[in-house]
């Protein structure tokens, strides 16, 4: 768990700010949004082949 603690010279949103970036570093909210529905094995497949297949046609095409 990311934790941040305030110094006596900071305000709090310089505090909040160092917490949020600590978090999207730590990936926290990525793999809650990944966590928050229940993803069957071949949706969780066919999820990776479909990225795999976008991105292997922006490196052939870009």
Same mark, same amino acid.
Request: charged share 45%; net charge positive; proline share 2%.
């Given at each position: 768990?990311?934790e941040?603690?305030? %110094?006596?010279?900071? @305000? !709090?949103? #310089?505090? $909040? *700010? =160092? !917490?949020? *970036?600590?978090?999207?570093?730590? /990936?926290? $909210?990525?793999? $809650? #949004?990944k %966590?928050? %529905?229940?993803?069957k094995?071949?949706? +969780? =497949? *066919?999820?990776?082949? @479909?990225?795999?297949? #976008? *991105? @292997? =046609? +922006?490196? +052939? %095409? /870009?």
């Open positions: 768990m990311s941040v603690i305030i %110094h006596e010279d900071e @305000n !709090f949103e #310089r505090a $909040l *700010k =160092r !917490f949020k *970036k600590k978090c999207e570093k730590a /990936g926290i $909210l990525s793999d $809650l #949004r %966590h928050r %529905h229940y993803e094995p071949s949706e +969780r =497949r *066919k999820r990776k082949m @479909n990225a795999a297949v #976008r *991105k @292997n =046609r +922006r490196t +052939r %095409h /870009g």
